[in-house]
């Protein structure tokens, strides 16, 4: 299959919706950063509605479910990381959100210019983080290329945290 999904390709399973982002990662133009924004959207749209634990519990979820569903969607693909897949983006955007969203919308905007960098540049520990998951060439995506899709973007979400609490700080 073309490493381009279609809606009808995200439509043909709840587990290819969720890799895709329920279709932000169809996005022709950078779908990593509209993944990012759909994590954003969506975290004005639940933020009032939990608390710490039902983050806590939404994340939690989110990175297991998210494994399943990145790994069956690159699977599908026949890619190990397909650049549909932004769920990784989401689950990490969101786990950024929680800790700095209360601060007000200058310092969500501030974590997702950072976010976007450290995701798009792959410095230093993030950029080990994706090499170090790599499906081989002609090795099919297994279980380890799921996590994988998901690892580096936690890497640029604690690089994020961690340039925003020394700026605060």
Known sequence: MNTRPT???MLSSPLHAIAVGFGSGLSPWAPGTVGTLWAWLTYGVLAPRLGDIGWALLLT???LIGWWACTAAARSLRSGDPGAIVWDEILAFW?????????GWRWQLAAFLLFRLFDTVKPGPVGWADRAFKTLPGQAPGWR?????????????????????????
């Open 145 to 169: 290329a799921g996590m994988g899709i998901l690892v580096d973007d936690l890497v640029a979400a604690g690089l994020t945290l961690l340039v925003l609490a020394l700026w605060k700080f």
């Open 95 to 103: 786990l950024v959100l929680w800790v700095v969203g209360p601060l």
């Open 7 to 9: 809606a009808a390709w």
């Open 61 to 63: 979820a989110s990175l």
